[in-house]
């Protein structure tokens, strides 16, 4: 067992490594992360999602539901490396937390379930870790359960996720004679005992050797394709055929520890795999059952060569007063760090950051140029979850918690006052649900709004504001789940009782018939300088099928006849035009605003006048459009018993939902159908009740869509 440095060291940037572990809902992230903290030595006994007793799963609803529902940072030490782990939620409600974690990681580990192979929520934080950048390895878990396959769960990455798999072990045994794995690089056996909690090395089962032989073969050919050096070498050496592989299994020549006939070597094949995780074009694939904590230390060996330090990865990017900068992971370089999540208790603010370069210090001055003034640290922490421990300093590459900051938000850029420089915050999904939130004594109304506003300020993802026309305040944001948890954190924490209304998507508006041509003319003359602006607009839709979201402004006036100052004025007007359509008062999307023609007057034009020019003239172009309501739609998976196929069916038409495939996996039938996100409240319970307890779905937002005629305007 590796010790841990003392929590107060400062670890090289080259020995650190930030990474999340990604997965859907129920494929082990928690599960992993807790014997990545036992291999590592920073508990000393095994926690248990079913029993509540892990360390990241820490909040009470957390324990209660058995699912993570906020992102936990934990520290742990493995050879001599530093790795900031965070482990993230799998559930669609919560990827607004998956999101800000991977703005500030380096590399993530995605755990695939060893029977589903890659499923919805595996998909959906693939595709965001894509759009970051973050290279990943893959760890195919829970391979002692029965129906449990590595091809196929591998062949499901590929087709769906289309990586370049390269799978460097080989099981040892299936299902319950799991026992450990061939490690294809070395050409060593893995096993581990049952009960055991230490690895035993040694030759490749003589059983599996031919088999080993042929993976690694197929190991190196396709990492030979991938990487020059690789394929240089490849080339170079003679080649091996499979008769000589199984000729050499029965000879008396096969040495106590395997060798492999390489064409490839080790020293080689392990650059190769690690240049191609670092810029994406391959996927190292490793297995093993983290429930009975088999193929953990492989897993922390993988992360230590693979994956990259802060000091591998590009340089920070960032802009100030219009110019932009990099900044290295230098920590002598000017201070630029990120803050990321916020948890705002009544007792406090504990702000999570990610120093990209720089050093910072307990007691240091910072500044946010985000709000132009200056935060004092007051203290700086090592979180392991709920535990902190006590640092005096964090330089580039590390991620930790800082007290003291007032005003940092999440996506807050913290810098040297002296050398500015702002960094691109996460961004942050529109809501799609809203509940209606009251105080059930009309004494508590000011209590219930400061508790919204410390949710708000945790979790940018929820939006509070205030009803113009019932006065109510409205709770918006990813889910039905997402809502529920929120509620139940103001109760919990001490907040006042409150009363939810019935949860309500939010609708979009769009253009399904333009208008060209529309003069508008903004005069106004009360005494003084005057306001004149004259636009002539165009609106189109931005697509020919009426769910396209997206708004595009563009400009095709010649001869100066509207100044360039004046067009950024106009679009900034019909922007503001767009919070409210003109069928309910919802936002508008999809659509194409073209300013064609306009003209001056030489002293009472001004920018202000344009932009009234451009939110008024939308307006009215709106009106005079032909619209359509839009409704949010979601991707549904529903996993069944056969039995049940007929009755699931015909309740998912009933909701307006759309079949769109149909599969048998693992002896129940999985259903997948894009379904009008209003028709899924409440359908939890339906399921089950026509599936005797035995069904499950996952449902992911995948756009907008025309509602029928009857939909709520508002």
Not at 502 to 514: A, D, K, L, S
Request: glycine residues 10%; hydrophobic residues 40%.
């Amino acid at each position: 067992m590796r010790t841990a440095p003392r929590p107060h060291s400062v670890t090289p940037s080259t020995a650190v490594r930030n990474l999340g572990i990604l997965a859907h809902v129920d494929a082990g992230k928690t599960t992993v992360t807790e014997r990545i903290l036992y291999a590592t030595g920073t508990t000393h006994r095994r926690g248990e999602v079913h029993d509540g007793t892990t360390v990241t799963d820490f909040d009470p609803q957390e324990r209660d539901r058995g699912i993570t529902i906020f992102a936990a940072a934990v520290s742990c030490a493995w050879d001599g490396h530093r790795i900031n782990l965070i482990d993230t939620p799998g559930h669609v409600d919560f990827a607004d937390e998956v999101e800000r974690s991977l703005r500030v990681l380096d590399g993530a580990v995605a755990v695939f379930d060893a029977v589903a192979g890659v499923e919805p929520q595996s998909e959906s934080v693939w595709r965001q870790a894509d759009r970051h950048g973050v290279p990943r390895i893959a760890f195919v878990n829970k391979l002692d359960r029965a129906g449990a396959d590595l091809d196929t769960a591998v062949a499901s990455i590929r087709d769906r996720l289309h990586p370049a798999p390269l799978v460097v072990q080989l099981p040892i045994g299936t299902e319950d004679a799991f026992t450990g794995v061939v490690d294809l690089v070395r050409m060593r056996a893995l096993v581990w005992a049952d009960g055991g909690d230490t690895v035993e090395e040694g030759p490749v089962p003589e059983t599996l050797r031919e088999e080993a032989w042929r993976r690694r073969r197929a190991l190196e050919e396709a990492v030979a394709e991938l990487h020059p050096a690789a394929m240089e070498e490849f080339c170079m050496q003679p080649t091996v055929g499979l008769s000589t592989i199984d000729a050499s299994v029965g000879s008396t020549m096969v040495p106590t520890v395997c060798t492999p006939p390489s064409t490839v070597s080790t020293r080689t094949l392990l650059t190769a795999l690690r240049d191609l995780t670092r810029t994406g074009d391959g996927l190292v694939v490793l297995c093993g059952s983290a429930y009975r904590n088999r193929g953990i230390e492989p897993l922390l060996d993988a992360v230590v060569a693979y994956l990259p330090s802060p000091l591998d990865v590009s340089a920070v990017r960032g802009t100030y007063d219009g110019a932009e900068e990099l900044r290295p992971a230098d920590p002598q370089a000017p201070l630029a760090a990120l803050a990321f999540k916020v948890n705002a208790t009544a007792t406090g603010r504990l702000t999570y950051v990610r120093v990209y370069s720089g050093t910072i210090e307990k007691g240091d001055t910072v500044w946010d140029p985000g709000t132009r003034r200056t935060e004092r640290v007051a203290r700086i922490l090592r979180v392991t979850a709920d535990r902190h421990a006590q640092l005096d300093r964090a330089v580039a590459g590390d991620i930790v918690a800082v007290v003291g900051l007032k005003s940092a938000r999440a996506g807050t850029t913290l810098c040297d006052p002296a050398a500015p420089l702002v960094l691109e915050p996460p961004v942050v999904a529109d809501p799609v649900v809203s509940v209606a939130v009251e105080a059930r004594r009309s004494c508590d109304t000011g209590r219930l709004a400061s508790a919204l506003a410390r949710l708000a300020e945790e979790d940018p993802s929820l939006v509070v504001r205030t009803d113009p026309e019932t006065g109510q305040r409205v709770l918006s944001g990813m889910g039905e789940l997402h809502l529920e948890v929120a509620v139940e954190k103001i109760r919990r924490d001490g907040g006042p009782e409150v009363t939810v209304g019935r949860p309500r998507v939010t609708y979009r508006e769009t253009v399904v018939g333009g208008v060209s041509g529309l003069v508008f003319r903004h005069v106004k003359q009360d005494g003084g300088a005057g306001q004149f602006a004259h636009v002539v607009l165009d609106v189109e839709p931005l697509a020919a099928e009426p769910g396209a979201t997206g708004v595009e402004f563009r400009s095709a006036v010649v001869g100066g006849r509207v100044p360039q100052e004046y067009v950024r004025a106009v679009e900034a007007g019909c922007r503001e035009a767009l919070v409210e359509g003109p069928l309910g008062g919802h936002p508008v999307t999809g659509l194409r605003v073209t300013l064609t023609d306009g003209s001056t007057h030489v002293k009472d034009s001004s920018e202000t006048a344009f932009r009234t020019a451009g939110r008024l003239g939308l307006r009215e172009a709106l009106r005079a459009c032909a619209m359509a309501l839009l409704e949010p739609v979601a991707e549904v998976t529903v996993t069944v018993p056969e039995a049940a196929v007929g009755g699931v069916l015909g309740d998912l038409a009933a909701r307006r939902g759309r079949v769109t495939g149909s599969e048998t996996r693992g002896g129940a039938a999985v259903l997948t159908a894009t379904v009008p996100l209003a028709e899924l409240f409440g359908y939890a319970t339906r399921l089950r009740s026509r599936t005797q307890g035995r069904g499950t779905f996952t449902a992911r937002p995948s756009g907008y869509a025309p509602a029928p005629a009857a939909a709520p305007a508002r």
